[in-house]
């Protein structure tokens, strides 16, 4: 008797454990899934994406996140520095800039610097120079409430000469800027920054997680006299380990308002796939479509990349009450439980 009644004790105590277990599982997998439920990514819009109406005198600088808010229903904004050049140090004008963003609910997420001089001069007086330069738009940078400057890594000199110039110009940056809570961001922006693999090289070489890169899907010309390119896809992927922000740059659609240049669903794969769900700025360089209807094609063919490849929530047969989340493409499937 004693030895029936323990025997049905250890089957209790076996299916009480087995039980515990598959529920903890469970639990767990449901918080993961449950995280999806927020969007993959956020939208932004840069500024360039208006250089033409802000160079024209159609839009002034104090009025884009109003614009940005009101015409495109977009709620977060990149600057460009060459739209208020002078204005860095200007503790009023970028007071306005901060009124004028929170009064139409829209987040300042980064400010694009261009002019400054190159982070990676061969001379090096020029090179600190070049550092000093962007000194004020770090500080500018945070009275914004930005999250980081956009920097360049020009440079002159052999493959590996360059990569150690702009090394030595983005580490002493990010330096600066660390105390200030801004992250510095290199984009593929022409040359040898627009080769992947040396642009990556390169934020091995800073080794300092303040120090990141944007990739851009669009600016990947190693050489405009002879139009080589890098390839794009191969290049956003070397960048994305370091991405703390994403631009999604855009030029002509076809009739379906897909972008002809960009396969936007394996780019956004190779986003998602690195784990990065930020902003990704919108910046729209398109001749064909004016600059307002530019940005609305971009946006709306980000929304329906995102909606794409947004898992779908389906009914938990085991729990109704509950949610799970069953993606609604087999790529996406497959990366999900991966992890």
Not at 6 to 24: N, Y
Not at 94 to 122: F, S, T, W, Y
Request: hydrophobic share 35%.
């Amino acid at each position: 008797m004693t030895r029936i009644t323990s025997r049905r004790d250890f089957l209790k105590q076996t299916s009480a454990l087995t039980a515990g277990l598959a529920f903890s599982s469970w639990t767990g997998s449901a918080l993961a899934m449950s995280s999806l439920n927020q969007s993959l990514f956020k939208i932004s819009l840069a500024q360039w994406s208006l250089h033409r109406a802000l160079r024209g005198g159609k839009l002034d600088n104090l009025d884009f996140a109003k614009v940005t808010k009101e015409e495109f229903g977009i709620d977060a904004v990149e600057y460009v520095n060459q739209f208020f050049k002078d204005k860095a140090k200007d503790e009023k004008y970028l007071a306005e800039m901060n009124k004028r963003a929170a009064d139409v609910g829209v987040k300042n997420v980064l400010i694009m610097i261009d002019g400054e001089g190159a982070l990676g001069d061969p001379d090096a007086k020029k090179r600190t120079q070049a550092i000093e330069n962007h000194h004020k738009w770090v500080t500018a940078a945070k009275t914004l409430g930005c999250h980081s400057i956009r920097v360049n890594a020009r440079s002159n000199g052999s493959y590996e000469e360059q990569q150690k110039l702009a090394a030595d110009g983005l580490r002493r940056l990010t330096e600066y800027a660390m105390p200030y809570g801004i992250n510095v961001l290199v984009e593929n922006h022409g040359g040898l920054s627009s080769n992947g693999a040396w642009l990556a090289g390169v934020m091995k070489m800073v080794d300092l997680p303040e120090c990141g890169t944007l990739p851009d899907f669009g600016n990947f010309v190693l050489d405009r006299k002879t139009g080589e390119e890098y390839d794009r896809y191969q290049g956003v992927k070397e960048l994305m380990p370091y991405a703390k922000a994403v631009s999604a740059k855009t030029h002509d659609f076809n009739k379906e308002g897909e972008e002809i240049h960009t396969d936007y669903r394996k780019m956004m794969q190779i986003v998602l796939d690195a784990g990065y769900h930020g902003y990704v700025g919108i910046e729209y360089e398109g001749k064909e479509l004016d600059e307002y209807a530019g940005i609305k094609a971009s946006k709306k063919l980000l929304l329906k990349v995102r909606e794409e490849l947004t898992p779908e929530e389906t009914a938990d047969p085991c729990c109704p009450q509950e949610g799970y989340y069953a993606p609604r493409r087999g790529l996406f499937r497959r990366r999900l439980f991966r992890r």
